[in-house]
């Protein structure tokens, strides 16, 4: 067994029974929380392992990669990507302001293609690096549990090896699922569409979650034809209903054609594309069909079961406050334990475990009031409740503080499609219980409202603090005209 | 009303609010209007569904506060100047209080003088609106050398039509002055045509007719001041760069402030050339000493040239009709214009204010007390005209609050700690709090938290733009001091960061919050380790380097 010694601070620790480990943490999966984890609990001086399957953009049960879905399957391909396809947007802008292009503008996704894979093979060699600077010894290949105290690495040629640790740290995250109709194998998931040979000229998208939403703006900026289906009313299952709305209205004044409260019963393949069928019986024929149909914790192959790890019934690790499992010693973060499958949601998990086994410091991570994004284009971002959350679950009256503007850019480029931005206060306390918006730059305006909203400011805070003209975010500080007051468990009163 | 039907666009503090006042919700804060009238026991009624701004209150107002008695004045508020400061005063007096007032403007010009001005005032028409316009015109040329990395060419490069973009612009213009036009009468104020001047202390003259007021507030702004060098005759300042009726092939901007770094933004975008001289040797003094050292280096990146340490000493015209530069070190010649933005200085001359006892500093601003209020009694004001912190939202702010102190029956100061502000060069900065080196003489132990990384999208375009961020906190309270960003964003960014800094909140607030990734601002968040504790104790001082993870 191949062991780097020059990262032992001070040797293996005895255990209280004389019976020694490998390591004091073996974490399985090198992703944001699993880098994470490792990194902060050598910090602590712990002697720590980690086992990551080789680089693939696309992952399989033998490809995966060190940085994880975040670097290499998720956020980062993603917002490249989303950057990409935004430029259309900004050219149709840019006539009313003056600027002139004659003759074609080309976009070739190839390059684009290649860039983002150097960008992610960069990323890849930095976590690497983090990783081996912190001392940490990495080991290539499949971890599962042997006991509580042992993970077997198994090697895609099928040579085995086994580590044993005091601790064990489960952070394999998760992975894109596919719906089961005839002919599901024609279709792709997000991993393969963020590595397309060829850009698609029709793209059919099934799914009204954001991946799905993010994958209509980045293929309709491209320049194909894009159809989105989705089983409700409006995208965005979760997210405050007025935003969907006009999430839904933006999506479709960009050209992208909405089949709400419509699936997909049948694939198969023709001479022209895929043919697909819908549940009301259409037809139409697409390059690339897209099962953005939600994702499953990657915990199949993990031997969970005979160890004793409780999953629940999607297969998500059940884990109590601190990230421990059903086994004491085993703990879990990140998306394999389907708490918010967000990157920086992972790496709070992360942190808060390595503080609490290796820091001295028993920290529960605080899922209160964690903002995030959709990066449609234009995107959205939103922290704390939406209003019907407030609503179900205010003693009060919740205050609604809506604005819907015309950005000032818009006033020139005559583009049609307004920003929104919504407040929704405690009319007890007058606390902000949540903010959202959609417009452009909403991720990077939501950011610091988030640090107000995370500290329990008030309404008088936001409107105490002086504007930053001209902005879009000012408008979040200026909102002093109430729109509506709901009453709990009532309807709203004008 | 067409306010209400086509909001305009996001500089809402302004339009936004004043739509909303008017529509038929109305204002919360009308409970305070009701809390004088006779019958008190309405107030749950109006307070659950409040009605429109009815001008009848007035009738109500009593004469303890700012309104009068009918037939004493013609007015209870005069207001001379219908820019951000005027406007919002003017509005807000008229609707939540029931004061009969009036305001006076001159005729709409671009171009501001003695006799021009327009409703909107600076910020709308030579000032905010038009500048950040043009900067959005002038953004899209390091968008399309962007777009390259991403995959995106031309088959011939992008032309930029210079009279296409100030068209569009002063169409525009003309819209908002519309708009405010409407704001204002629907606020049930009466609006005046002409140059104010005040004859006494409850006398205004406009163009000759006399208007009496119990209260005059002055709100008549700054305006571009130019020193006395040779040939300043040939140069231009901000309001005529913000219109001209064509591109400068070649550009001198004489002056190191925002406007000046603006404007080189906004021609170097348009591809112009473009050279900026300064006095200092650094840009934008009073700024965080490593904001300015980092966005001079990102501007000139860009390709702006910067000519330091240069007193300018006179401008010639030469027979082909181009213009020289001669500073203290050196004559540059070529230049199709040469622009100055050395500063502005408030409109008081001509304003009666000597006679009418209104005292005014060496500058000229109008000295005021905490409550705005000038040396004579009945008179207040706001906005830049007092050179307090000339912004937009801070003239608003002054406005809310002489209301609220004058009609309001509430005595009320304008809050001047943590105005967040920013510059829209390209990149533009954001900023919040106090500086390092305000930080270190306010509070000698400091920790400061900087990043400094090259931004996902730059990895992609290949170009060399940079971030930095940087959060100032004192050591002993962990309160969060001072936020500085410079880069894409920075102002939209910061403005959520001022609420945070506003409300005092500590480092371990920013900390315990949760990052949206990927973005630039999750870095406000996640920055762990302090890259400097400076100590009065020199020993104690600790310099150490956060990790940058996908942010290299």
């Not at chain 1, 390591?23 to 984890?37: K, N």
């Not at chain 1, 400011?457 to 979040?476: L, M, N, Q, Y």
């Not at chain 2, 601003?365 to 906005?383: K, M, P």
């Not at chain 2, 080196?437 to 999208?457: C, H, M, S, T, W």
Request: contains cysteine; glycine residues 10%.
């Amino acid at each position: 067994m191949s062991m780097a010694r020059k990262m032992l601070k001070d040797g293996d620790v005895p255990m209280a029974d004389g019976e020694q480990y490998d390591y004091d943490l073996f974490v399985i999966g090198a992703g944001s929380g699993g880098v994470r984890g490792s990194r902060t609990a050598a910090s602590f001086g712990a002697k720590v392992a980690i086992c990551e399957l080789p680089f693939h953009p696309i992952s399989s049960e033998w490809l995966g990669g060190h940085g994880g879905t975040c670097v290499i399957r998720g956020c980062v391909p993603k917002k490249i990507l989303v950057y990409g396809a935004s430029f259309r947007g900004e050219f149709d802008d840019s006539k009313n302001f003056g600027w002139e292009i004659n003759g074609d503008i080309n976009f070739n996704w190839k390059t684009l293609l290649e860039n983002k894979t150097n960008e992610i093979v960069r990323l890849n060699g930095v976590y690497k690096r983090i990783l081996s600077n912190a001392g940490v010894t990495m080991i290539e290949g499949a971890g599962s549990l042997i006991d509580a105290h042992t993970v077997e690495v198994t090697q895609e040629n099928g040579s085995r090896q086994r580590y044993t640790a005091k601790h064990i740290l489960i952070a394999t995250g998760s992975r894109a699922k596919r719906i089961n109709i005839p002919g599901k194998e024609l279709a792709i998931t997000s991993d393969e569409a963020l590595s397309l040979e060829e850009l698609p000229k029709r793209a059919v998208i099934l799914g009204g979650g954001y991946i799905a939403v993010e994958f209509a703006s980045i293929w309709r900026g491209m320049g194909a034809e894009v159809d989105l289906f989705y089983r409700k009313d409006l995208p965005l299952r979760g997210f405050d209903d007025e935003m969907r709305t006009v999430v839904a209205s933006n999506l479709e004044g960009r050209g992208i054609r909405l089949h709400p409260a419509t699936s997909l019963s049948e694939l198969s393949k023709t001479a022209d594309g895929i043919k697909v069928v819908t549940d009301k019986g259409e037809e139409l024929i697409a390059d690339v069909v897209l099962f953005a149909t939600g994702r499953t914790p990657n915990s199949q192959k993990l031997n969970l079961e005979s160890v004793g790890v409780d999953v629940d019934e999607i297969g998500a690790i059940k884990v109590d406050d601190y990230s421990c499992t059903s086994v004491p010693n085993i703990w879990a973060v990140g998306d394999v334990t389907n708490r918010i499958n967000l990157t920086p949601v992972a790496l709070m998990e992360a942190t808060c475990f390595a503080k609490s086994v290796f820091g001295g410091q028993p920290t529960k991570p605080d899922h209160r009031d964690v903002p995030c994004a959709v990066f449609s284009i234009p995107p959205l971002s939103v922290v704390g409740l939406s209003e019907q959350e407030a609503v179900a679950e205010a003693k009060s009256d919740v205050l609604v503080f809506t604005s819907s503007f015309n950005p000032m850019k818009n006033s020139i480029s005559k583009r049609q499609e307004k920003t929104i931005m919504k407040l929704i206060v405690d009319s007890e306390t007058d606390k902000v219980l949540g903010a959202s918006m959609c417009g452009p730059d909403a991720p990077e305006i939501i950011q610091g409202i988030a640090i107000a909203l995370k500290c329990g400011a008030t309404k008088a805070t936001f409107d105490s603090t002086v504007g930053i003209h001209p902005s879009a975010a000012e408008e979040f500080v200026t909102m002093r005209t109430l729109t509506r007051r709901v009453s709990p468990a009532s309807k709203p009163k004008m | 009303m067409a306010a209400q039907a086509t909001l305009p666009f996001s500089c809402s503090s302004t339009f936004q609010t004043l739509s909303r006042t008017l529509s038929r919700r109305g204002p919360l804060r009308l409970r305070r209007g009701f809390l004088r009238l006779p019958s008190p026991a309405a107030l749950p009624r109006f307070s659950r569904a409040p009605r429109p701004c009815c001008r009848h209150i007035s009738a109500s107002a009593d004469a303890s506060n700012g309104a009068s008695a009918e037939g004493e004045y013609d007015f209870d508020l005069f207001t001379i100047g219908a820019g951000s400061g005027g406007v919002r005063a003017s509005r807000f007096a008229s609707t939540l209080h029931g004061a009969r007032v009036a305001i006076c403007e001159m005729p709409f010009a671009t171009v501001a003088s003695d006799e021009l001005g327009g409703l909107g005032g600076t910020c709308v028409l030579r000032g905010c609106v038009p500048k950040k316009l043009l900067v959005y015109g002038s953004k899209y040329s390091h968008e399309f050398e962007e777009s390259h990395g991403f995959g995106w060419t031309y088959e011939t490069d992008p032309k930029h039509d210079w009279s296409t973009l100030i068209a569009n612009k002063n169409t525009e213009l003309q819209r908002l002055v519309g708009i405010y036009k409407n704001i204002i009468n629907n606020a049930g104020v009466t609006l005046i045509e002409g140059r104010g001047k005040i004859v006494d202390p409850h006398t205004v003259s406009v163009d000759g007719k006399l208007y009496t007021a119990k209260n005059i507030l002055i709100a008549v702004g700054g305006r571009p001041s130019m020193p006395n060098v040779a040939g300043i005759e040939h140069a231009i300042d901000s309001d005529a760069a913000l219109d001209l009726p064509s591109k400068p092939e070649k550009i001198a901007i004489v002056g190191g402030g925002y406007i000046a770094l603006e404007f080189a933004g906004i021609f170097n975008g348009l591809k112009s050339e473009v050279h900026v001289f300064i006095r200092q040797k650094k840009v934008l003094r009073g700024f965080d000493e490593e904001v300015r050292d980092f966005l001079a280096e990102q501007m000139s990146l860009r390709g702006i040239t910067f000519h330091t340490e240069q007193t300018p000493q006179a401008i010639t015209k030469s027979n082909d009709g181009l213009l020289s530069l001669k500073t203290s070190k050196e004559t540059i010649g070529g230049f199709s214009h040469v622009m100055f933005a050395t500063g502005r200085k408030p409109n008081t001359k001509n304003l009666g204010l000597e006679e009418v006892g209104v005292k005014m500093d060496k500058n000229g601003a109008i000295v005021v007390d905490e409550y705005s209020r000038t040396s004579v009694d009945s008179i207040w004001a706001v906005g830049d005209v007092t050179n307090r912190i000339n912004l937009t939202p801070v003239a608003l702010m002054e406005g809310g609050a002489f209301v609220k102190t004058v009609f309001g029956n509430e005595p009320t100061k304008p809050d001047y700690r943590a105005v967040p502000s920013a510059v829209f060069s390209q990149p533009p900065t954001g900023q919040v709090g106090l500086t390092e080196e305000q930080a270190i003489e306010e509070y000698g132990d400091v920790d400061v938290f900087v990043a400094n990384f090259r931004p996902l999208k730059a990895t992609l375009s290949g170009l060399p733009d940079r971030v930095l961020m940087k959060i100032i906190v004192c050591a002993t309270t962990d309160k969060v001091l001072g936020v500085h960003m410079c880069g894409d964003d920075a102002p939209e960014i910061i403005q959520g960061i001022a609420i945070a800094v506003k409300a005092g909140l500590r480092k371990q607030d920013f900390d315990a919050t949760i990052g949206i990734h990927p973005t630039s601002a999750e870095e406000f968040v996640t920055m762990r380790n302090a890259t400097r504790k400076i100590r009065k104790n020199a020993a104690a001082q600790v310099e150490s380097k956060d990790e940058a993870v996908t942010k290299q």
